[in-house]
């Protein structure tokens, strides 16, 4: 079945580690990638996204991930993370025009 | 700009009973779409409405269905409530229908069925 894998359901960092979340998907074609976060007690959010062009993408708060089509892959990554980095996220792939998520990464950072 | 706007934000329902949730997309959004977050299962699609159609449809069972207003506003409603529905049931909106726009999240319904 098509999908989204996320590897990691849970990671713990200390401060200042840098992160790297792994994202598969198994649809062919043409596909849109996103990577979303979700902060304790808020909304989903948009970190960054990949439509084409340049495979490195960079977001917000200092995230960017990388697109590698031969891989099938979408890892979200952060040289540094800060204890506010402490958030699900969420990688989604949208083929056809439907958004499907990958189930989640916990990531929980210790000051 | 007012976000996307949910509720009620928390329902209790007993089983077999049914229940309508309510989505306000962000004013200019067209394109209204549908998730169910459960702990197990994730953030799993319902369905997108754009201009009042349904576009796309996911894997759930005829007790789950929706509609969109005119005015953008989108309904849910699910008949017949099992347990498993509880769940938080996530909208989102976005200008277009498709892949290239980016969508805007609201906080959610808690459904809890007992």
């Known amino acids: 079945a098509q999908s989204v894998s996320q590897h990691n359901h849970h990671v713990i960092l200390s401060e200042a580690a840098s992160l790297e979340l792994g994202c598969n998907y198994s649809y062919g074609g043409t596909v849109n990638l996103f990577w979303y976060v979700q902060y304790p007690g808020q909304h989903l959010q948009l970190l960054l996204k990949y439509f084409s062009g340049d495979p490195l993408v960079k977001g917000i708060k200092g995230f960017e991930a990388e697109f590698i089509k031969s891989k099938f892959s979408f890892n979200l990554r952060k040289p540094s993370v800060q204890w506010s980095d402490t958030a699900e996220y969420f990688c989604a792939v949208n083929p056809d025009n439907d958004m499907r998520f990958g189930a989640g990464t916990r990531l929980t950072v210790k000051p | 700009k007012a976000g996307v706007t949910q509720t009620p934000r928390y329902l209790i329902k007993t089983r077999g009973q049914q229940v309508t949730l309510s989505c306000s997309p962000i004013s200019g959004h067209r394109s209204v779409s549908w998730y169910q977050q459960t702990p197990g299962q994730g953030l799993q699609f319902l369905f997108e409405?754009?201009?009042?159609?349904?576009?796309n449809k996911g894997n759930f069972p005829g007790r789950f269905s929706g509609r969109q207003f005119s005015n953008s506003r989108s309904e849910m409603n699910v008949s017949t409530l099992e347990l498993g529905d509880s769940a938080l049931y996530l909208c989102?909106?976005?200008?277009?229908?498709?892949?290239?726009?980016?969508?805007?999240f609201g906080p959610g319904t808690r459904l809890t069925v007992l």
């Open positions: 409405y754009f201009s009042e159609t349904q576009r």
């Open positions: 989102a909106s976005s200008l277009g229908a498709g892949g290239y726009n980016e969508q805007f």
